[in-house]
């Protein structure tokens, strides 16, 4: 007997769509089956989805697109918010105009300045750009406040703050490296962006990351109980480095401090989890020394992430020898193969126990992939720029505090335009040369990440926004 098409079903169908805009009508059906326990074919959900306006193509969806009956159209504003992630420049207003608010608690204020902001810079009032439903979803408000937003707006008119930028841009000052304290005694350094291990902070400002976000980096890995580094630089045998730097996670982390250009402390964490898993990559063109696989290499199976594209991979115990520290390590070895035809172009060696948790394994590779989509091909990249180093003086350029201006003056909502402005800029001078506020697109928000389609941007483009690493309330953001 054919599902009853109620309110009820309706809601969930139509919410559901919304959420995943990229699902055809017959996952969409089994997402319901799964999720809620009824039975509905993917007949009904085609008429109920076709009564709402939304025209679906026949057949299998092949991969994410767009939600064609609304593409959000100021879709690239969610491109400055993810650059927000570097800087924290939301936060920053926040908390400076707190004072003037007391009938907001800190995230509404944060979400409604957001809206002022990306209002005023394409144009609209806070009313005409927010009746637009993709506009809200952009700026993460689930509904248009109205008597919130006139509260903002007077309140704004009649106090006309000025907020200094001067202790933001202080914050903004460049995290050369992070030290490691392990509880065997041994300290270890990686650089701001975790690519590699180090022997003492690096100096190369292609390694740096302002302080916030290379906080925010290590913070959400810690939270995923797990260290996420790109490779390490090794030659010929897995260096000491990497051995030493496993061999304190083993022991355990007492603390990790953050260092300037100058190696002059900018803090430290202490985290609750002492003993997370240490994943790092490494090209098997440069270690080709002391390595012996303890058994015979699985057959690789294909892995396709939307985000990540489609490659094989496969696990194998493997022995690796450092002879000039004398060790011998067991460690999980994965390798990855952009094909079956050719030899494996990476591998990713870990501590974590394979055991029977191969799925959750695929987690952390998963997770290792959304730190370091590129990696295969950055790594040469970045051995060039440390060879050309060794022949030339370079010093930081703290660009970003320079693109601040001392001070913001609010004396109505559209002087929020300028919070756009700077944001864009920055876009442009740290991404690419390209105006994200008026592009249309989609986006979807998943567990730990947010995939992000723009119509006009290019795979340049793509390639760049993905290899910086930004974040929306801790969540990954990749262009696809």
């Known amino acids: 007997m054919p599902k009853k098409i109620d309110s009820y079903l309706k809601k969930l169908v139509l919410g559901q769509k919304n959420k995943a805009s990229y699902l055809g009508v017959r996952k969409l059906a089994a997402l319901l089956n799964e999720k809620y326990k009824i039975n509905i074919s993917k007949s009904t959900v085609q008429n109920i989805l076709k009564a709402r306006g939304v025209q679906e193509k026949r057949g299998r969806k092949k991969a994410f697109s767009l939600y064609k009956i609304k593409p959000v159209e100021p879709c690239g504003l969610l491109l400055l918010r993810a650059i927000d992630s570097y800087i924290g420049l939301f936060d920053y207003l926040a908390n400076a105009l707190a004072e003037y608010f007391l009938q907001l608690d800190r995230n509404l204020l944060k979400r409604l300045i957001i809206l002022a902001s990306f209002s005023a810079f394409i144009g609209d009032s806070s009313y005409a750009g927010a009746k637009h439903r993709g506009f809200l979803r952009v700026i993460s408000l689930f509904y248009l406040p109205r008597r919130k937003i006139n509260y903002f707006n007077t309140i704004i008119s009649q106090n006309r703050p000025a907020v200094s930028l001067k202790p ?32 003492s902070p690096p100096t190369l400002e292609h390694f740096f990351l302002p302080q916030r976000i290379a906080r925010l980096r ?4 810690l939270e995923d109980k797990a260290i996420f580094v790109g490779y390490t630089k090794s030659f010929d045998y897995l260096s000491f480095l990497a051995i030493n730097f496993l061999g304190g996670i083993n022991s355990g982390i007492e603390k990790i401090e953050f260092l300037d250009e100058n190696a002059a402390s900018l803090g430290e964490i202490k985290p609750q989890n002492p003993k997370p898993a240490l994943f790092f990559g490494y090209s098997p063109k440069t270690i080709t020394k002391g390595i012996k696989f303890l058994s015979e290499i699985p057959r690789f199976r294909k892995v396709f992430w939307p985000e990540l594209g489609e490659f094989f991979s496969a ?10 520290i004398g060790q011998n390590l067991n460690l999980n070895n994965t390798l990855i193969k952009k094909n079956l035809s050719t030899s494996p172009s990476w591998g990713i060696i870990t501590n974590f126990p394979l055991g029977t948790k191969k799925a959750y394994l695929d987690i952390f590779l998963k997770k290792y992939l959304y730190f370091w989509p590129y990696i295969m091909e950055d790594f040469f990249q970045d051995m060039e720029v440390i060879e050309k180093a060794a022949f030339s003086t370079q010093k930081s350029q703290n660009y970003l505090a320079k693109m601040f201006p001392e001070k913001l003056q609010f004396s109505q909502p559209s002087d929020f335009t300028k919070v756009g402005l700077i944001l864009s800029v920055i876009f442009k001078e740290i991404v690419w040369g390209w105006e994200p506020k008026a592009k249309s697109g989609d986006f979807r928000i998943k567990k730990d990440h947010i995939a992000v389609q723009l119509r006009q941007a290019s795979p340049e483009l793509i390639a760049k926004f993905n290899r910086i690493g930004f974040f929306i309330d801790k969540k990954r953001v990749f262009l696809v």
Do not use: H
């Open 218 to 221: 290590i913070l959400k890995m």
């Open 168 to 199: 933001l841009k202080e914050d903004l000052r460049f995290t050369s490296s992070l030290k490691f304290y392990f509880k065997n005694g041994y300290s270890g350094f990686c650089d701001a962006k975790m690519l590699s291990f180090w022997d």
């Open 315 to 324: 696990s194998v115990m493997t022995n690796f020898l450092q002879p000039k």
